[in-house]
Structures are given as structure tokens and as C-alpha cells.
């Protein structure tokens, strides 16, 4: 029988180590991320001054970068836009009466009717030289931009276009109501065919054999996967029409560019980011693709080594899956930090976030979960038990059923399977029956104690008990069994019978047996056994010992 033990500093390693750990990993994990955040600006960067821009209908007319005086670009660039609006209205304004004139130190923009000349927008030298140009130019081309926005205003502002757009927009209306009744029907008819117990392309989903998914599993996956499409469709559809709506009607046509715009901003955007993406994500599935084929052969070589096809003098065969577990974990995150630079924005705030997040995460809740899985490793490369051994731990006694890198599991002669945390079992006292018929080849020692009287002479008490264990059918030859005197008490004499088991998976069969066999030897001989102790005067009193050949027992009788 082999006992391993540990001591306080076994309790209180695990912790700390997975103290450790912890901080290690938010070191790994928090700098990292709070160093990429926080990297200083260039102080040399240039900062673009805000500009204002003088708007028709939410269409950009003119862009204002520094007003003329003490004006802002946005103070003016508003009240340009509410005098170009009065002005594009105004149908008595001609846009080839817009002139320019110069008024030293401004060229303006104007009005030029009947003789007179009516300013609507003065250009400095300063507004022209950000442009790169003179104020002349610019002046010019603010004339050209004007007579440009008043024109397109009143070519979309006629009656003829307001009838037009009525109806394209009913007609449009027509298609989507008839395609939005077919897509509710088309949706229906999906539904019907998920729900629909008959259907035979739904009898689940196999893979090498192996059913995954029953009918109804399967069902249940497909009907949210239906609804969640439908609504997509549904949304993206709508959301595609408002802007074929809007740019029917004059006064929401610029709003109808803007959307179609940022749609189309955002199509051509993901096509390019996914474009400009592939040489990144064919390296990263070159990195996870020879992390497989690693972690396929680690598993392997350490498969052969668990079965005996490779035989090191160093390395014993339990070692092996617990190690071909952490070799894979550790080559799955070499994979993942080798590709992580790859992954599409991964410098961005998001990713820094989700870092900073995991590593307060890991910082805060990783302390019990390092300290079982150290515990774990230390079981494992201690060799104190190995799945198949029958152990008692912490009283527990049972079959060791798994060994995780978290828990323990045993399965108890009522089979039941009691998970015990690996830090819980590194501090405990571990008693493993079969490590010495593996490791020493030598049978598992039981014992049993019995008190006989002193009238009873103890050779006589030597040789009943040595029967009883013959007669047990559990009991191993290999070793003879042997009788102890432990105790000479009060009143009677204690005596142990150590015998071998045979089996270790047998121990509590065996030493039933051999507890009744000690009882049938005892009282074919007519020997009293005092264990409890019998306080009795033989004054014509019964002995306490059962007649032999026992009887038959009688159900029918009372009691």
C-alpha cells in the first residue's frame, strides 16, 4: 500500500504560483495594450482648421477655409447658405448676372442688375492662399459653383419633375410591396418546410459517421437561422429603397445622394479593406494551418509513446496525454501570436479594448483556475495516480475516472462520479491502491481486527483466522497471510489478519468475504468473538456464539 503525502507548503504553493501567473498575464496582456493607446502624438502634426461650407439643399456649394475680418468659416458659411437659398428661389435672378469685381484688399462675388452691383461674398488673399490660389481664382471659381447650384435648383424644382417623381415613387412602391408580400409568402413556405416532421432532407447531420444533430437539434438551429435571414433581408432591402425613394422628389434629392453615397462608400470600402485584407489572411491561414499539422503530429508521437510503440527511459507512458495536451495548447497560442498581426485591425481601439478587457479579466478570476491547473500539472508529473487506479482521497475512496488539468474525477463503488478540484487534492492525503501491483508487482495488504477472550488459547485463534483468509476466494496466494496480536486489553486480546488482495478492483468484495469467513470459522469452532464486548456472568446464561451448521432463515417467523 502506497501513501503519498503533503504537508502545509503543498496547500499554499499553488496559490502562490497561481498569484504568479496572474500577474504575469496581466502584465503580458494590460501593458502591452495601455502602451499601444497611450503612444504620444507628433507634435509636428499639422492640425487641418475647421472649414465651413455653404450648403443648397444639404448639396456642398462652396467650401469657406478662413472668413474675410472677424468672421468664422461656419458663422459664414451659414448665413451663405440661407442667401443662397432666397437667392436660388427668387426666379427675378438670372445666374449670368453673378460678376466678379475687385474691392481691394477682397475680390467679390455679386449681383450685377441694372448697373448696380449687389456683393454677395467676399474672397481675401488669406482664404485663396489655402486653396493655392489667388483670391481672383477662387473668386471665379465661387462664381462658377453659384451659377452652377442655382441652375441645377431650378431644373429639379419644375412641375413636370415633381409629376415624374410621383410616379416613379408609386411605381417603385408597387415593386416593393409585391416583392415584400413574396418575400412574407417565401418565408411561410420555408418555415412549413423546417417545421414539416415528414421531410426527409432533415434527419440530422452526420460527420465521419458521427451523429452531430438529430432532426430535431437540427430543426431547432434552422428556424432562428430562418428568422434571423429574413429580418437581414428584410432591413437591407428597406433600407436600400429609402434612398431610390428620396432622389425622386427635388427637395430630398441631396439627402438621397448622401445615403447612396455612404451605401456606396461602404460596398466599395468593404471590397477594398477585403481586397487589401487577403495577403494578411492567407498568412494567417498559412501560420494556423502548420499549427495544425504540429499539433497532429505532437499527438501522434506522444500517442505512440502512451501505447508503447516508442519507449523512452525518461519519459513514462501516463506522461504522455497530459503532455501532448499542454504541447498543443502551447503550439495553438504560438499560432495565434504569430497571426495576430496579421488579423485585420488589429491595431485597432477595438482590439485594445477586448485586450485591456481580457487582462483585467485574466488579472482578477485567473487565480483559482492557475492554481487547480498547476496542481494538475504536479499530480501528473508526480505520477501519484493515473486514470484506472483505485485511490482514496480526502476520504473519498473510488476509480480514478479522469484526470483533467482542473479536477480529478473518481467514480465511487455506487458509481457515482465525484469531481474533486486538482489544488483541493494536491493538499490532501492521496492513498492509491494500485500503484504498488504497477510499479513494485506486489499485491495490496488488507487487515481486520477481532477480539477473543482470554479462555481461548491464541494459537488456536492464529490458525481460524489464516483458514478464513484460505477460504476467502479473493485473497492472493503470492504472499502467505500472517496474524498480529495488537493488544492485550481488559478483558480481551486483539488479534489482526493481514491478508493480500488479488484483485485491487475487488478490495471491499474481498474483504466482505473475508469478514465472513472469519465469522463461519469462528463459529464452526465454537469460539466467541467479544467484538462489540459482552458484559455476561455464566450463571447459565447463553453463549453468544451462533450454532453450527447455521440455520436456514425462516421469513415467515416474526422479527
Not at 410621383?166 to 417603385?172: H, I, S
Not at 418565408?187 to 447531420?205: C, E, H, M, S, V
Request: hydrophobic share 45%; glycine share 8%.
Amino acid at each position: 500500500m502506497s501513501h503519498s503525502r503533503r504537508f502545509g507548503w503543498g496547500r499554499r504553493l499553488p496559490q502562490l504560483l497561481a498569484a504568479l501567473l496572474a500577474m504575469a498575464l496581466a502584465v503580458a496582456v494590460v501593458v502591452p495594450t495601455a502602451l499601444a493607446g497611450a503612444a504620444p502624438k507628433d507634435p509636428t502634426a499639422a492640425v487641418a482648421p475647421p472649414a465651413g461650407f455653404v450648403e443648397l439643399e444639404g448639396r456642398r456649394v462652396l467650401e469657406i477655409r478662413i472668413a474675410p475680418g472677424a468672421q468664422s468659416p461656419a458663422g459664414m458659411a451659414r448665413r451663405g447658405s440661407r442667401r443662397l437659398a432666397a437667392l436660388a428661389s427668387d426666379y427675378s435672378v438670372d445666374p449670368d448676372q453673378f460678376v466678379v469685381r475687385e474691392d481691394p484688399p477682397y475680390t467679390s462675388v455679386g449681383l450685377l442688375r441694372d448697373g448696380v452691383f449687389e456683393p454677395q461674398i467676399a474672397v481675401d488673399d488669406r482664404n485663396a492662399a489655402r486653396f493655392g490660389i489667388s483670391r481672383q481664382q477662387l473668386a471665379e471659381r465661387y462664381r462658377q459653383q453659384i451659377q452652377a447650384a442655382i441652375r441645377r435648383y431650378r431644373n429639379s424644382h419644375r412641375l413636370s419633375d415633381w409629376i415624374r417623381g410621383t410616379a416613379l415613387a408609386l411605381l417603385a412602391l408597387g415593386f416593393y410591396i409585391l416583392w415584400l408580400r413574396g418575400q412574407m409568402a417565401l418565408n411561410r413556405r420555408i418555415k412549413r418546410w423546417i417545421a414539416d416532421p415528414a421531410n426527409r432532407r432533415l434527419q440530422g447531420l452526420q460527420v465521419g459517421g458521427n451523429q452531430w444533430l438529430t432532426a430535431d437539434q437540427l430543426r431547432g438551429v434552422l428556424d432562428p437561422l430562418r428568422r434571423v435571414v429574413h429580418g437581414a433581408v428584410l432591413l437591407l432591402v428597406s433600407y436600400l429603397s429609402i434612398p431610390l425613394f428620396l432622389g425622386l422628389f427635388p427637395p430630398t434629392l441631396a439627402l438621397s445622394e448622401t445615403l447612396s453615397g455612404q451605401i456606396r462608400g461602404l460596398v466599395v470600402g468593404g471590397f477594398q479593406a477585403l481586397v487589401k485584407a487577403i495577403p494578411d489572411l492567407i498568412s494567417v491561414a498559412v501560420i494556423l494551418g502548420l499549427s495544425v499539422l504540429l499539433m497532429r503530429a505532437s499527438n501522434a508521437w506522444f500517442k505512440a509513446v502512451e501505447h508503447g510503440n516508442l519507449r523512452l527511459s525518461w519519459f513514462y507512458p501516463e506522461w504522455a496525454r497530459p503532455t501532448a495536451r499542454l504541447v498543443g495548447i502551447g503550439i495553438l497560442l504560438m499560432g495565434v501570436v504569430l497571426a495576430y498581426p496579421y488579423i485585420p485591425g488589429a491595431n485597432s481601439k477595438a482590439f485594445q479594448g477586448a485586450g485591456l478587457f481580457v487582462g483585467v479579466l485574466a488579472a482578477l478570476g485567473s487565480s483559482a483556475v492557475a492554481a487547480n491547473l498547476i496542481g494538475g500539472l504536479m499530480l501528473t508529473y508526480t505520477r501519484a495516480y493515473q486514470e484506472g487506479d483505485r485511490v482514496s482521497i480526502n476520504s473519498t475512496i473510488g476509480i480514478v475516472h479522469d484526470c483533467a488539468l482542473l479536477v480529478t474525477r473518481l467514480r465511487t463503488p455506487h458509481n457515482e462520479v465525484v469531481s474533486i478540484p486538482n489544488a483541493t487534492v494536491l493538499g490532501a492525503s492521496i492513498i492509491n491502491y494500485s500503484l504498488a501491483r504497477r510499479e513494485i508487482n506486489e499485491p495490496v495488504l488488507i487487515s481486520t481486527t477481532v477480539t477473543i477472550g482470554y479462555d481461548v488459547p491464541w494459537r488456536q485463534v492464529h490458525r481460524l483466522m489464516l483458514d478464513a483468509a484460505a477460504a476467502t476466494a479473493g485473497i492472493s496466494q503470492e504472499l502467505p497471510p500472517f496474524v498480529l496480536q495488537t493488544s492485550l486489553n481488559d478483558f480481551h486480546i486483539s488479534y489482526e489478519l493481514n491478508a493480500y488482495v488479488a484483485d485491487v478492483d475487488t478490495y471491499r468484495r474481498t474483504l466482505s468475504d473475508l469478514l465472513g469467513a472469519i465469522q463461519d470459522q469462528f463459529s464452526r469452532a465454537g469460539v466467541e468473538i467479544l467484538s462489540p464486548g459482552y458484559h455476561a456472568i455464566r450463571n447459565g446464561n447463553g453463549s453468544t456464539v451462533p450454532p453450527w451448521p447455521a440455520k436456514p432463515f425462516d421469513e415467515s417467523s416474526p422479527g
